[in-house]
């Protein structure tokens, strides 16, 4: 299945409240472009929505999801008028491949958006961690998932033993 425009309206809201948009099929100048390679392609995304949320920002996606491929648009927003987007793509077992722009242009520059998004990659080849919480559970376990919202997605063999009346701490993306 190839990448195909949307056949069907959802309308998302990201932090400040704006329509979330499909960036995928937008025409024009993406600065940044680079390539993920596996394994890290896998859980790159990952990494780079810990560290939008370490540092304060909001990171929201729309995806396209397929056995064989999947594809998507990305919108991190710095403040209120500072937004980076991106849109993505990556076959099965194959290379994340990434495109950005800042839109509109804002005093966010170029090489520092490109800086953060090659940081991102730098933590994900380390698959560096940080410990987190999550309400319910009562094991300590190393997962390169995210806690949001009180659920945890765990990737690999990570085991998750619960019991509602204790904390649990997760190794998450940092």
């Known amino acids: 299945m190839t990448k195909s425009k949307k056949k ?11 329509t979330l948009k499909d960036r995928r ?15 890290q392609a896998e859980t790159w995304l990952n990494y780079l929505a810990a560290d939008c949320s370490a540092r304060g ?3 929201a996606q729309l995806s396209q999801l397929h056995a064989r491929e999947n594809s998507g648009s990305v919108t991190i927003t710095v403040d209120a008028s500072t937004t980076l987007v991106a849109v993505w793509e990556r076959k099965r077992d194959k290379s994340l491949r990434l495109k950005a722009r800042m839109d509109p242009p804002t005093e966010l520059s170029t090489s520092e958006a ?3 998004l090659n940081g991102v990659t730098a933590k994900c080849s380390a698959a560096k961690t940080r410990r987190s919480t999550a309400a319910g559970c009562s094991s300590t376990m190393e997962c390169l998932g995210v806690v949001s919202y009180g659920s945890i997605t765990c990737f690999g063999s990570a085991r998750l033993l619960c019991n509602m009346t204790r904390p649990c701490w997760v190794h998450a993306p940092s």
């Open 8 to 18: 069907s309206s959802v309308v998302i809201t990201d932090a400040t409240g704006s």
């Open 25 to 39: 099929f937008e025409p024009g100048n993406w600065q940044i472009q680079f390539e993920v390679l596996p394994p």
């Open 57 to 59: 920002w909001s990171c």
């Open 114 to 116: 490109e800086e953060f």
